[in-house]
């Protein structure tokens, strides 16, 4: 037997799933190549079945003949996939931030490990949650699929449902935001340039006082100004365009900067005397509201990000 045609053979079994059925397939595709081979040169060699494998096509496009009608997850359960994977992902970022705010463990083994994290740690956390917790409710769809038995699954009714989301569209309103937003961008880079920080105790800007040190009032400074940034651009682009990896890539950025943020060192920030007992709610209420932020972005990546696979599927 050739060895080219078993070369052939194993690269479609890579695109073919069932043990069984992928033996008769392949045991289906390797007779009609050597009748192929034995009807048209007259014999089996490898010239003749280099030709005949030539002529049938590249593996993965025999292979999806064969799997048309055996998807791997029913079409009728793609919307379960979205709003499962949303509710289980508010559930996984809602125990995020009390494990970080509140410093605790939770573990229900062997469904639940969630760690005393970071504030870094939670926000690099959140993705890697995000891309498991897909997987999770992806694989019990496969199985409930390749079962092939009538499992009516629940419905929850306060995850996100994209079908009732309406695309962005282009309006007055982005143009006007992008102004707005512009103006603001600029002010803070005209104090940036004036003044090497945007945090200050007082509107005098002929005579400011300083909110923040000068070195990390430059740090949280430039940070603040590239959300502002991220958030013009991302308005400006929406002027001329609707699609959502304008929101997908805006959110994704704004959550590294907001990390970034997250990082910065609070306790000789200030440039002004703070009271010790006040230092530590200061704290929590500046994590606090930068990690409901976060989430609050998070969740509007996910949602962008699963409005983009759903319409390339119904493209497909």
């Known amino acids: ?49 280099d030709k005949v494998i030539a002529a049938y096509g590249p593996a993965r496009r025999v292979a999806e003949k064969y799997l048309d009608g055996s998807p791997i997850v029913a079409p009728a359960y793609k919307r379960y996939l ?28 062997p469904f639940l490990f969630m760690p005393n994290l970071g504030v870094g740690e939670a926000l690099m956390y959140l993705p890697t949650a995000f891309l498991a917790d897909l997987g999770l409710v992806f694989l019990v ?14 419905w929850p009714k306060f995850a996100v449902d994209l079908d009732e989301v309406k ?10 935001g992008f102004v707005a937003m512009l103006a603001v961008t600029d002010f803070a880079l005209y ?52 699609s959502r990896w304008v929101d997908a890539v805006s959110n994704t950025i704004s959550l590294a900067l907001i990390g970034l943020l997250l990082r910065q060192p609070i306790d000789n920030a200030f440039a002004v005397a703070i009271p010790e007992r006040l230092l530590p709610k200061i704290k929590f209420g500046l994590t606090f509201a930068l990690l409901f932020i976060a989430v609050m972005v998070a969740l509007d990546l996910i949602k962008n990000l699963v409005a983009i696979g759903r319409k390339r599927l119904a493209r497909q």
Do not use: C
């Open 167 to 176: 695309p962005p569209k282009r309006a007055v309103w982005n143009i006007l």
């Open 191 to 242: 104090l940036f340039y004036k003044h090497h920080t945007i945090f200050f105790l007082n509107l005098d800007f002929t005579a400011p006082r300083l909110l923040l040190t000068p070195e990390a009032g430059r740090r949280i400074s430039l940070i603040v100004i590239a959300m502002l940034a991220v958030g013009t651009a991302g308005l400006f682009a929406k002027i001329f365009t609707s």
């Open 1 to 49: 037997m050739s060895e080219k045609l078993e070369a052939y053979l194993e690269d479609i079994s890579h695109f073919l799933s069932g043990r069984a059925e992928r033996e008769e397939i392949l045991s289906e595709i390797r007779s009609h190549i050597l009748e192929k081979a034995e009807q048209e040169y007259g014999g089996v060699d490898d010239a003749s079945l």
């Open 141 to 154: 769809l496969y199985f409930i699929t390749q079962s092939k038995k009538d499992i009516k699954l629940p």
């Open 82 to 109: 979205a709003r499962y994977t949303a509710l289980l992902f508010a559930f996984h970022s809602l125990l995020t931030v009390f494990a970080v705010v509140f410093k605790k463990n939770f573990v229900l083994f």
